[in-house]
């Protein structure tokens, strides 16, 4: 397999076998799904862990796509600090300009929006588009690459700040993405971009970050060598504390800043775990294995034991445990959602029912699979009465434990 970025022949990581869609929840049990064959490669060129075979863009991001940003407290507030961080830096600019990659419904623009800071959003999937300009965000609703940037330049001219988050990730192409983004940025502009971060997916074993929409799995040395190739320095690195561990990377044109001792930090703590190398992937096969067949067992115990077990958040990330673990609707009853155009739909693939959070609030189970573990804080602080009525939690990484 050739790396997506440089070319050069990649080394596997893992096979995870056919995988449906994380997001392609179904109405019924015999309903067609599209699987495609996942793997994990590495690239020693580059240095980027990536897909094998992707998805073509269309099947996931399309008008029924259903992930949205604004499901969490937690996240609307750390979106809110981005935009407030952003807003800051901006004060002294001469009437600047925002772009935000992959807007979502503008849970981060409208804040922007809200302090009448020239903005636009750029978001494919037409009917998240609709609700961010709902929220009262400009947005045009297609994918970004050099030719949008053109466009984006003729009507409004280049920008000061270009951001994502949770996009970059989802991105094949993302040289063409890097391309636009070189020719929008102004010469002092800054490129920022957040990501589930690999250091954090190989230190807990977090495999369910790997989906067909997450092409790419940065480090700061793929970042660094992904940027250099289209004439943009890697000045910063800010880990933040969401998706199970991200990474927010600054990026500058060369030359205008001079990176800062977080990033030789961070490059450090990679070399340190050998991410930079094949090396350091070498046992994550073992570890996944470990954990989904410990998961399986402990929940075909609980169910010769005759406890009911339901799940918590249905999650994109949660298609790709529940199919390697082989954890199916005989094992988990219902998962319960907040998600409107999630209910009443089944998992792909398992065929697990998505119930509404309320069947969950006044169901009496002891045993839930939290499946929305990279909000556990959250979720932990909402489910009080559930814990003090002994219910547990059982979480997965970096070992199955039932707490
Ligand atoms: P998310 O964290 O975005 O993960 P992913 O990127 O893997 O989809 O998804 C969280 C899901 O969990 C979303 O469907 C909403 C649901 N959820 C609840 O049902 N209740 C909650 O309290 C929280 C925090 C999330």
Sequence with gaps: MKCKICSANTDLVIDFGPMPIANGFIKSNDQDEYTFPMTVNFCPVCKMVQLGETVPPEKMFNDDYQFLSSTSTAMAKHFEMIARHLICELKNKEDP?????????????????????????????????RMARENGVEVTSEFFHARTAKKIIDQYGNADVIGGSNVFCHIEDINSVFEGIALLLKEDGTLYFEDPYIYDIIQKTSFDQIYDEHVYYYSGHSVQALGRRHGLELVDMLHQ????????????????QQPSERVKDWLQKERVLKLDQLEGYLDFKDRVDRISKTLNQKLSELKQMGERVVGYGATSKSTTLLN???????????????????????????????????????????????LAWNHE??????????????????TFFPEVEIK
């Design 97 to 129: 300009f925002v772009v935000e990659l992959g807007c979502n419904d503008g849970i981060m623009l409208k804040h922007v929006a809200q302090s009448s800071i020239r903005h636009l959003g750029v978001e494919p999937s037409g009917n998240v588009a």
């Design 241 to 256: 504390d969401v998706h199970g561990g991200s990474m927010r990377y600054i990026l500058k044109k060369s030359g205008a």
């Design 324 to 370: 390697y673990a082989k954890v199916d609707a005989s094992l988990v009853e219902y998962i319960s959602d907040t998600t409107p155009n999630k209910i009443n739909k089944l998992t792909p693939r398992t065929h697990i029912p998505i119930k509404p959070y309320e069947e969950f609030s006044r169901d009496h189970v002891n045993y839930t699979l939290l």
């Design 377 to 394: 804080k959250e979720i932990r602080a909402k489910e009080e009465q559930y814990i003090n009525r002994g219910g547990k939690f059982i």
